[in-house]
């Protein structure tokens, strides 16, 4: 392992421990959009629950926007694959967000009609 993996993972470790972010029974949601930052994030976390003595849950959460690349079914292929407990939403935000009606703002389209359409279903994770 590499010199800037093992100091990011520690910390990670001590920001998590010194801020309280991972209690014991916590679920914790990783948001994986695919990007290397977000997948790191997901195997670091899950490198973490083997080893520390805190029983805390986690899934891998993807959001497909709906562009047509199908990034949906990638994501789950991989988290299948490598084991990960995970969630994947099909959305067509992507192109709302982007269309005519929302030149201006396309990230708060994005979160509102997420947020409208998934935050208040009981159950969802």
């Keep these: 392992m590499s010199f800037a993996a093992k100091e990011i993972k520690r910390l990670m470790g001590k920001a998590i421990h010194n ?3 991972i209690m014991d029974g916590d679920h914790v949601l990783v948001a994986v959009s695919g990007g290397k930052d977000s997948m790191t994030l997901l195997r670091f976390l899950s490198e973490r629950i083997q080893r520390i003595p805190i029983d805390y849950k986690m899934t891998a959460v993807h959001v497909d926007p709906g562009f047509g690349a199908d990034t949906g079914a990638q994501m789950e292929a991989f988290f299948s694959d490598n084991g990960f ?5 099909q959305s067509n935000i992507g192109p709302r967000a982007h269309g005519s009606e ?7 389209c994005f979160l509102r009609g997420f947020h409208q359409h998934h935050a208040s279903r009981p159950g969802i994770f």
């Design 19 to 21: 801020h309280k972010m």
């Design 85 to 89: 407990e995970n969630r994947v939403i």
């Design 102 to 108: 929302n030149r201006e703002n396309p990230c708060e």
